[in-house]
């Protein structure tokens, strides 16, 4: 499902039957183009399809013109206050922005921004954080998810009632309860392109946790087009994360599927250490969908290895490699640095004569 609707941004397709799509910021400030273009580099090696940037001072308008020129991610310029900045970005090849129409000191300046968009093919996105509603609309609406809703409507009516419809929609919170409640809300009632998001979700593990608590409940309920997660962090780790949390709803098969066990007390090899080599050993160009699996012992280790690309069990005697369910090679672990590159190179070989989708075959969403 996802939305009806789709965006174009940058040539990049988002809802109306397109995959998730995956989102990250840049960390970096425009004032350091050079440090700018590099963190898009990286985020476009990792996958990020949709890069926002903060565009908060208007001498930055020549960098952003240079940025939006070199990235091969698309970006969407991120804007407060002041109408002029969105004018300025859309005037130097930015193809979206966002936007709170709310906020914007200028009465008049959000017509002039919506005819720009209109001319220029961009997408707005509006959207509320549960730290922009402010205590009216709390009053007026009810707090929590309602309060949030409330506000996007506030930001949405004078874009429809213009007939601009070009849009991504959003509503985020640190609370992972009231953002499902409030997305859920907002895809009963509007086709439009949906953002999706648990915003200032934290750092590490924490971050990573709140964010795929939220992110899956909302995308396995057939809602949200692209999502960020917000992590106080690289945008690097976003992108890891976003792709592990959709690789895991089975909608993108983006890098490395790895699959290990937890070791317990029958454990033949040191599991964590051979995650970490085979990893070291892959590629950057390992196809979509590659699946390592590591398991310490024969309990069950041969047949979750055996349903892998290339699998590795722990034996009584060492080792054991299958590769797509057939034995491949064994061996005491003495052996496993001559025996292993091997049968991953055979594996890899295997895996990039055949057409391996991003997508996954069983995503029913999009
Ligand atoms: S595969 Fe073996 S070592 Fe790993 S958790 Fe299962 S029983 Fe323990």
């Known amino acids: 499902m996802g939305s009806a609707r789709s965006v174009d941004i940058g040539g990049v397709k988002f809802g109306g039957g397109a995959p998730v799509r995956v989102e990250s910021m840049l960390k970096t400030p425009l004032s350091d183009l050079d440090a700018c273009v590099e963190e898009l580099r990286v985020l476009k090696k990792a996958g990020c399809e949709l890069a926002r940037v903060a565009f908060a ?57 919506l005819s720009a968009a209109r001319m220029n093919g961009a997408v707005i996105r509006i959207g509320a954080n549960g730290g922009s509603v402010n205590s009216a609309q709390n009053k007026k609406y009810g707090k929590g998810a309602r309060a949030l809703v ?7 009516k004078p874009l429809i009632d213009s007939g601009f419809e070009n849009v991504i ?3 985020k ?26 915003t200032e979700a934290g750092s590490g593990i924490d971050g990573a946790v709140k964010s795929a608590a939220g992110i899956s409940v909302i995308l396995s309920q057939g809602i949200g087009d692209t999502i960020r997660v917000s992590l106080t962090g690289d945008s690097k780790t976003e992108i890891e994360v976003a792709y592990g949390i959709l690789r895991s709803l089975g909608l993108r098969k983006k890098g490395v599927n790895m699959i290990s066990c937890p070791c317990c007390g029958r454990k033949r090899v040191d599991v964590g250490a051979l995650c970490e080599r085979v990893k070291a050993m892959l590629p950057a160009d390992v196809p979509d969908g590659f699946t390592v699996a590591v398991m310490g012992c024969e309990v069950n280790g041969p047949r979750e290895a055996a349903a892998a690309d290339i699998g590795i069990a722990g034996a009584e005697k060492g080792f054991v490699i299958f590769k797509r369910g057939v034995y491949a090679a064994s061996g005491n672990i003495a052996e496993m640095e001559k025996i292993l590159p091997s049968c991953l190179r055979e594996a890899l070989e295997i895996a990039g004569r055949e057409k391996y989708f991003d997508i996954s075959p069983n995503a029913t969403v999009r």
Request: glycine fraction near 10%; include cysteine.
């Open 169 to 171: 929609i959003s509503a």
């Open 57 to 113: 001072d208007e001498s930055h308008k020549r960098a952003l013109g240079i940025l939006a020129d070199k990235s091969e991610v698309p970006l969407m310029a991120d804007i407060h206050f002041n109408h002029k900045f969105a004018l300025a970005a859309i005037d130097c090849g930015v193809s979206s922005i966002r936007v709170n129409p709310g906020n914007m000191t200028d009465s008049g300046g959000l017509g002039k921004v």
């Open 150 to 156: 409330g506000a996007v409507e506030e930001q949405l």
């Open 173 to 198: 919170s640190t609370s992972v309860p009231e953002t499902v409640m409030a997305n859920q809300m907002l895809a009963g009632k509007y086709p439009f392109v949906q953002h999706v998001g648990i």
